[in-house]
């Protein structure tokens, strides 16, 4: 059997076959991702650049949030799928920190959106203006111009000023009188809100939450994380002195980069049967939508790449399923009264939902090549 040689992330890659199969060598899905082309060569020729710079921006991130690797982590695969992150925790426990130590990290144009009862959707959007000069109405941008935005409380607001956001979410445009302008790239919202105050309140249709990739709870931190708190954060904040780590021509190129990380067909089964149980479970009157998928797969996709691979496993997508998937599903009024949540009925599919085997290795003459597998000797990082 052939020995694997490290590739540019620290895995090791298989020298391919063009004839008939080789008997007895291993097919894994990362094999079968570097000879898929353009796409899989681009995220090869940029990987070391992308674990680099990844591990810039979650260093500056932990700098701030002191004991949340997961929950930066989770920042971090929303950001390269191209996704909008919604941070859901009580007062107190970093929501809004974790959101501008994630926008200061980059260097990318920031804004912040205070959410409160009488904002307006023109406040976000944008407005034409009557210019007396001109004779002519002149387009003045809202805050939702930026590469990363800020959503604070975004719960406070009317669901008309909600709305304002739905068409920039999913198609990054906004459409003023007819006139549809383009968003600048990357782009990201980072929304809070509180789930325990329901005073002055409007919580997220349906729709609205569709919209956002991942919900995350950073949780109160452990004793020890909490008492290193006070030394950091006791005399100055520390996002006084956070400084851009990466640029937004770097971003890019590792957005770039996630798309081309290879999803094996078992994978994306595996995905459409975690959404697809959502929509029969017994405690849910609401299921998962088709975005979900696409969601979870992209989600996937960007985890595979912050562990250093260029193709995903399905504890990739086990370990985003309840992040992606519980924010979106409503629970039946008897699962309510039986206190289910959403996010136990994700983990109850998720324990009942066959993982896709690894498919065995297609030999013989005329077999152009071997089905692709995680292989008998899975890859290894060196």
Same mark, same amino acid.
């Given at each position: 059997?052939?020995?694997?040689?490290?590739?540019?992330?620290?895995?090791?890659?298989?020298?391919?076959?063009?004839?008939?199969?080789?008997?007895?060598?291993?097919?894994?899905?990362?094999?079968?991702?570097?000879?898929?082309?353009?796409?899989?060569?681009?995220?090869?020729?940029?990987?070391?650049?992308?674990?680099?710079?990844?591990?810039?921006?979650?260093?500056?991130?932990?700098?701030?949030?002191?004991?949340?690797?997961?929950?930066? /982590?989770? *920042?971090?695969?929303?950001?390269?799928? #191209?996704?909008? %992150?919604?941070?859901? !925790? $009580?007062? +107190?426990?970093?929501?809004?920190?974790?959101?501008?130590?994630?926008?200061?990290?980059?260097?990318?144009?920031?804004?912040?959106?205070?959410?409160?009862?009488?904002?307006?959707?023109?406040?976000?959007?944008?407005?034409?203006?009557?210019?007396?000069?001109?004779?002519?109405?002149?387009?003045?941008?809202?805050?939702?111009?930026?590469?990363?935005?800020?959503?604070?409380?975004?719960?406070?607001?009317?669901?008309?000023?909600?709305?304002?956001?739905?068409?920039?979410?999913?198609?990054?445009?906004?459409?003023?009188?007819?006139?549809?302008?383009?968003?600048?790239?990357?782009?990201?919202?980072?929304?809070?809100?509180?789930?325990?105050?329901?005073?002055?309140?409007?919580?997220?249709?349906?729709?609205?939450?569709?919209?956002?990739?991942? /919900?995350? *709870?950073?949780?109160?931190?452990?004793? #020890?994380?909490? %008492?290193?708190?006070? !030394? $950091?954060? +006791?005399?100055?904040?520390?996002?006084?002195?956070?400084?851009?780590?990466?640029?937004?021509?770097?971003?890019?190129?590792?957005?770039?980069?996630?798309?081309?990380?290879?999803?094996?067909?078992?994978?994306?089964?595996?995905?459409?049967?975690?959404?697809?149980?959502?929509?029969?479970?017994?405690?849910?009157?609401?299921?998962?939508?088709?975005?979900?998928?696409?969601?979870?797969?992209?989600?996937?996709?960007?985890?595979?790449?912050?562990?250093?691979?260029?193709?995903?496993?399905?504890?990739?997508?086990?370990?985003?399923?309840?992040?992606?998937?519980?924010?979106?599903?409503?629970?039946?009024?008897?699962?309510?009264?039986?206190?289910?949540?959403?996010?136990?009925?994700?983990?109850?599919?998720?324990?009942?939902?066959?993982?896709?085997?690894?498919?065995?290795?297609?030999?013989?003459?005329?077999?152009?090549?071997?089905?692709?597998?995680?292989?008998?000797?899975?890859?290894?990082?060196?």
């Amino acid at each position: 059997m052939e020995t694997g040689r490290p590739g540019k992330l620290g895995y090791p890659h298989f020298s391919g076959v063009r004839g008939k199969a080789e008997e007895g060598r291993v097919t894994t899905y990362d094999d079968q991702a570097s000879r898929g082309g353009a796409a899989a060569r681009a995220y090869g020729s940029v990987g070391e650049d992308l674990t680099a710079v990844v591990d810039r921006v979650r260093g500056s991130v932990e700098d701030v949030i002191e004991g949340k690797p997961e929950v930066v /982590r989770l *920042s971090l695969t929303v950001l390269l799928a #191209e996704g909008h %992150l919604l941070i859901e !925790d $009580v007062p +107190g426990v970093g929501k809004t920190m974790l959101a501008k130590a994630l926008a200061r990290s980059i260097d990318c144009s920031v804004r912040r959106i205070q959410f409160t009862p009488d904002l307006l959707p023109s406040d976000i959007t944008g407005v034409s203006i009557w210019d007396q000069q001109r004779r002519d109405f002149e387009f003045k941008p809202g805050a939702i111009f930026a590469q990363v935005v800020i959503g604070d409380e975004i719960n406070r607001a009317s669901p008309k000023t909600q709305s304002a956001l739905l068409e920039s979410m999913e198609e990054r445009q906004v459409t003023i009188d007819g006139q549809t302008y383009e968003l600048p790239s990357p782009f990201m919202v980072v929304a809070t809100q509180n789930p325990v105050e329901m005073e002055g309140t409007y919580p997220l249709p349906e729709a609205q939450r569709d919209r956002f990739m991942a /919900r995350v *709870s950073i949780g109160y931190p452990s004793p #020890e994380a909490e %008492l290193q708190m006070l !030394d $950091v954060h +006791g005399g100055v904040s520390p996002l006084d002195d956070l400084q851009p780590v990466a640029h937004a021509h770097e971003i890019l190129k590792l957005i770039e980069a996630v798309r081309g990380v290879h999803v094996a067909d078992p994978i994306r089964r595996y995905a459409v049967d975690l959404v697809a149980a959502t929509r029969t479970h017994p405690d849910l009157r609401l299921g998962a939508s088709p975005r979900a998928t696409l969601h979870l797969l992209r989600a996937a996709k960007a985890s595979a790449a912050l562990s250093g691979r260029d193709y995903a496993l399905p504890d990739d997508v086990q370990a985003l399923a309840v992040a992606v998937l519980a924010h979106r599903l409503l629970p039946t009024a008897q699962a309510q009264l039986n206190r289910r949540t959403s996010e136990q009925v994700v983990q109850e599919i998720l324990q009942h939902t066959p993982v896709p085997a690894e498919p065995r290795q297609q030999t013989g003459l005329g077999v152009g090549r071997g089905a692709p597998g995680y292989g008998q000797q899975p890859p290894r990082r060196l």
